[in-house]
């Protein structure tokens, strides 16, 4: 767990760890969340389960790679685009 989530009060940690596992959360968790979070504080921590999440997921297919065999997505274009003269980062002339 990052150096930032040690400092969430506990019911925030069960809340995401509960969210990560299980994908909801209790009426209970959910109350206490709120009580001591705010609504604000709710939508944050969600917003960041889920932002936590699609990072993970992209770190794990990045360390998968390609399969054998198979070409890179996107090579064929960024070849196309290096030999015509202009870089993927600049503006199509």
Do not use: N, Y
């Not at 809340?15 to 709710?42: M, N, P, W, Y």
């Not at 944050?44 to 997505?73: H, I």
């Amino acid at each position: 767990m990052c150096a930032a989530l040690h400092s969430l009060p506990a019911v925030a940690k069960l809340a995401l760890s509960t969210i990560s596992t299980q994908h909801a959360v209790s009426d209970e968790t959910f109350a206490r969340s709120k009580q001591v979070l705010g609504d604000q504080g709710v939508v944050d921590l969600r917003v960041l389960t889920g932002t936590c999440g699609t990072v993970a997921m992209l770190l794990s297919m990045a360390q998968d790679g390609v399969l054998p065999g198979k070409e890179p997505p996107l090579s064929r274009a960024c070849r196309r685009h290096h030999k015509s003269g202009w870089g993927v980062l600049r503006s199509h002339p």
